[in-house]
Nanobody, 121 residues
C-alpha cells in the first residue's frame, strides 16, 4: 500500500510563491500533481517519472516546476507567480509503474488527502 502525504499549502497573495511537498511511503515510478477547485473537475498540473521526464498542463507551464528527490521519495511542486485561479485543493498522485505523462487521473492508483492552496487578489 502506497501512502502519500502532502504539505506546504496555504494562503498567499497573487504573485506569490508556494512549494508543495509530497512524502511517499514507497518509490513510485510515476508521480503527479492534480488540483480541484470547488465545482470544477480534477485537473492534472504536472507529472514526472522516476528518471525525470516531466509534463505540464498549459496552466502550469512557465510558472510551476515539478521535481522529485528519488532518494527520499519526496515529490515537489514549486509554484511561482500564483494567480487567484490557482486556488484549489492540490493532490499528489502516484503509480507504481510507468504511465504516460498525459496527466490523466485514471492512471494513478494512489492519492494523498490533499493540501489547500488559496491565492487572494
Amino acid at each position: 500500500q502506497v501512502q502519500l502525504v502532502e504539505s506546504g499549502g496555504g494562503s498567499v497573495q497573487a504573485g506569490g510563491s508556494l512549494r508543495l511537498s509530497c512524502a511517499a511511503s514507497v518509490d513510485a515510478y510515476s508521480m503527479a500533481w492534480f488540483r480541484q477547485a470547488p465545482g470544477k473537475e480534477r485537473e492534472g498540473i504536472a507529472g514526472i517519472t522516476r528518471f525525470g521526464a516531466t509534463a505540464y498542463a498549459d496552466s502550469a507551464k512557465g510558472r510551476f516546476t515539478i521535481s522529485r528527490d528519488a532518494a527520499k521519495n519526496v515529490l515537489y511542486l514549486q509554484m511561482n507567480t500564483l494567480k487567484p485561479e490557482d486556488t484549489a485543493m492540490y493532490y499528489c498522485a502516484a503509480a507504481r509503474d510507468w504511465v504516460p505523462l498525459d496527466l490523466d487521473s485514471r492512471r494513478y492508483s494512489y492519492w494523498g488527502p490533499g493540501t489547500q492552496v488559496t491565492v487572494s487578489s
